[in-house]
Every structure is written in C-alpha cells, then in structure tokens.
C-alpha cells in the first residue's frame, strides 16, 4: 500500500487538474451528452463537447481537455467519453456540499417527539437536517446544537434546494436508515471498509477513548457504528439499525409502523434494559427484543 505522503501527493495533483471552469464545464457537458453511466455511455465528439462548453480557440480547448483525459476523461476512436473519476466530480457537485450553504428556517413536521410527545420542527443549517423538539431537552446534549435537538443527520444541501422541508424531512432520516444498516451488516457504505460495532458502556465505564458519541446522547441503549477506513461514524438505535431483518422487519410490518421518522420515533420510545452485555427493548404490547454485540436481534 501506497504511503499516506505519496496518496496525499496524487490528490493533490488530481485537485489541481479541476481548478478550471472550462475542465469542469467539459466534465458537465460530457455527463450530459453521454448521458448513461459506466460501460453503456455513448461517446461525444470533439466538436461537440467544443461547441456546448462555448469555447471557441481550439488550442485553449485541446489544452483543457488533454488535461483531464486519462485520469478524468477516456478517450475512444469515436470520440471522449467520461471515465468514472469524472463522473464522480460532477455527481459531488451537483449535491452542492462543496459550495452551497443554505438555510431553512424551523418549521413544523408531521411527526411526535418520542420523548414527551410534542410536535416536532425540522430545519436545515450548515449541512444538516435537524429535527427538534420545543418542548424538551430532546436528545442530544452539546454546545453545538439546539436545545431539544433529537436527530441531527448530514444531508447535502441539493436535498433542501427546490424541495420542501417536510419531504427533505422524510427523505433525509429514510437515508440514515439505508446507511445504518449498512453499517450494522458490518461495512461502510461509502468506502467498503469494515466497521465496529460498539454498544454503550456499562455503568460506571468510561464511554471509549475518542471522546465521540455517547457522553452527549441523552438516551440509553444506543449503538456507535465507526468505519476503520474513512472515519465514518455514527450514532443509531439498534433496533433501526437493524429493522430490515426479522424479528424487526416483521414486526414493523404487522403493527403498521412505517419507515423514516415514525419508525425511529417508535424504537427510541421502548424502555431499555442492559442484560449482561446484552440489551433488551420492550414494546408497548409486552414484546421483548435482545441485541446482542453482534448486533444479532432475537425475540424473547
Ligand atoms: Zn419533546
Ligand atoms: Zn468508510
């Protein structure tokens, strides 16, 4: 494997390549005209792309585009065609998390806290999608976020640009899901390395080393899920983490619980109790669930 220096070193130059907004006008322009991904794109000409990008001295343009070919673009006997570094680039961003920032003022959402019951509000700032609750402490206590906070989920600023809070709402804890139990299969679904799983800490133990996670959830009998390559972390429900897979997904089924919000609302209001290094949640109507380390879930 490559030092840290010499990968560090290639990106850089890969960085570079992109500081050009005819590079990245001829990377959108070949995203569109080719239009579908991978091996089944089609080719664009050279006049082509020439002509959409809107430059017209043809050395200033062989220029630009020899730049990007090889490592960004491919080109073919009929004509260039983006390679998936390329596509990768516009796909990033098109999400909007590179350069824009905007902001949607708290508004309320169809949804009850799952703490005192109240109505819940959504608003997007920095990045993320938080859901709050005015009435009380919510969930997550620290000097960075709003009180009564009660999911904070990073969520690119193209999912609140021309789409509604309520929909950006419900999409965005619906996504969480798709990553949580990703990470709860064991790998992470944004570099494809393994990831430990850690349930909370005994009482009276420390809560790990690296000082992330538990000590600001006000919530007892969550799961830290950490990706050993990209860093990637998060804190989840267990029983969310998990609830494609029997006995949860069956039980979801049957009592009508529907993904995305009310689904977590509904795991983060049953009691918790730690049995040995084991964790059992109880529903309302008496059932017991135990989850083990591995993150196994059986019914009791
Ligand atoms: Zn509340
Ligand atoms: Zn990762």
């Not at 570099?191 to 080393?209: I, Q, S």
């Not at 995305?260 to 309302?284: N, Q």
């Amino acid at each position: 494997m490559d030092s840290i220096a010499a990968v560090r070193s290639r990106d850089a130059i890969a960085f570079s390549v992109l500081d050009s907004e005819v590079r990245l006008g001829i990377l959108d322009s070949l995203y569109d005209l080719t239009v579908a991904s991978g091996p089944l794109a089609g080719n664009a000409a050279y006049s082509t792309i020439k002509a959409d990008v809107g430059v017209e001295d043809s050395g200033r343009f062989s220029y630009h585009l020899d730049k990007l070919t090889d490592q960004f673009v491919t080109k073919t006997e009929s004509g260039y065609r983006l390679a998936e570094p390329g596509r990768e680039v516009v796909r990033l961003r098109r999400t909007g998390v590179l350069t824009e920032d905007p902001t949607v003022e708290a508004e309320p959402v169809d949804g009850e806290c799952y703490r005192c019951g109240g109505g819940i509000q959504a608003f997007y700032r920095r990045g993320y999608l938080v859901t709050r609750c005015p009435e009380c402490i919510g969930l997550i206590d620290h000097e960075l976020v709003a009180e009564g906070t009660l999911a904070s989920v990073s969520y690119p600023p193209s999912g609140v640009t021309g789409i509604d809070i309520e929909t950006a709402f419900d999409r965005s804890h619906r996504r969480s899901a798709h990553t949580f139990r990703a990470m709860a299969d064991g790998f992470c679904p944004n570099c494809g390395h393994d990831v430990t799983t850690t349930l909370p800490p005994a009482k009276g133990e420390e809560p790990g080393d690296d000082g992330y996670g538990f000590r600001h959830v006000n919530h007892d009998g969550m799961v830290r899920f950490a990706c050993d390559h990209c860093g990637r972390r998060h804190i989840s429900h267990p029983l969310y983490a998990t609830d494609d897979r029997d006995p949860m997904a069956r039980f979801f089924a049957r009592n009508g619980i529907e993904p995305g919000w009310e689904r977590v609302a509904a795991v983060m209001s049953w009691p918790v109790t730690a049995v040995g290094s084991d964790l059992v949640f109880e529903t309302p109507d008496g059932i017991r669930f135990r989850v083990d380390e591995g993150l196994d879930v059986s019914r009791e």
